[in-house]
């Protein structure tokens, strides 16, 4: 079974503290792995996509990388428009990539 | 950019009526999803389609059903509604890489 992991649940930040947060999967046939934003009250925005171990993406203060195991999405200097739940998912089992999410990372980050 | 609709931000319903999540895009793409989200159980798959009149159960289709008449349209039923179906519903679609979601359907089965 197709299994996506984030750490921690909730991290509370202050403004410019740099941080990181963990993604651990076991996908059958991983084809990507996806970091999603999620604002309250809305659906997902998506962010990256990451294909294979070694690949860095970067958006703003954000940058997410990829191991064979693990997603991990580094925020630096972070700001409280920043603050919102990040979702990771992994994107297998054929040509539909259907898509197995964590249960998401809500990061607060305080002025 | 892709839009994706959803016809309702809110909605009640009572136990045992039969509910009608609709969903449009507006970018002529094949696949379209339904998940729902929970506190604490992340976002669920629960059927998708690949192309008008086919669909695929994901991992929590029990109660509920789809129809894809057009490809631009993606219905979620809820044959008969239960208070265990109150949740967030998202619709999404798209090609690989990302996928583009709606806003969401908080629906409340009292």
């Known amino acids: ?111 | 950019d892709v839009k994706v609709t959803q016809s309702s931000r809110y909605l009640v319903k009572r136990t045992g009526e039969k509910v009608f999540l609709e969903c449009v895009q507006d970018m002529d793409h094949e696949n379209m999803f339904w998940y729902r989200q929970d506190p604490g159980l992340g976002l669920r798959l629960i059927y998708f389609s690949y192309d008008v009149k086919m669909k695929e159960k994901g991992d929590i289709p029990e109660g509920y059903s789809v129809s894809r008449e057009k490809k631009e349209r993606f219905s979620l039923i809820l044959e008969s509604a239960s208070t265990n179906q109150t949740s967030m519903y998202l619709c999404a679609t798209g090609r690989a890489p990302g996928y583009t979601f709606g806003s969401g359907t908080r629906l409340t089965v009292v």
């Open chain 1, 1 to 111: 079974e197709d299994q996506v992991t984030q750490s921690p649940e909730a991290l509370r930040l202050q403004e410019g503290e740099s941080s990181s947060l963990n993604c651990s999967y076991t996908v059958s046939g991983l084809r990507g792995l996806f970091w999603y934003r999620q604002d309250p009250g809305k659906g997902p925005e998506f962010l990256f996509t990451l294909y294979s171990a070694g690949e860095e993406k970067e958006k703003e203060r954000l940058k997410a990388t990829l191991t064979k195991k693990e997603s991990f999405l580094h925020i630096t200097a972070p700001k409280p428009e920043d603050s919102a739940t990040y979702l990771c998912a992994g994107g297998g089992g054929g040509s539909n990539y259907k898509l197995t999410f964590g249960k998401g990372t809500l990061l607060t980050v305080n002025p």
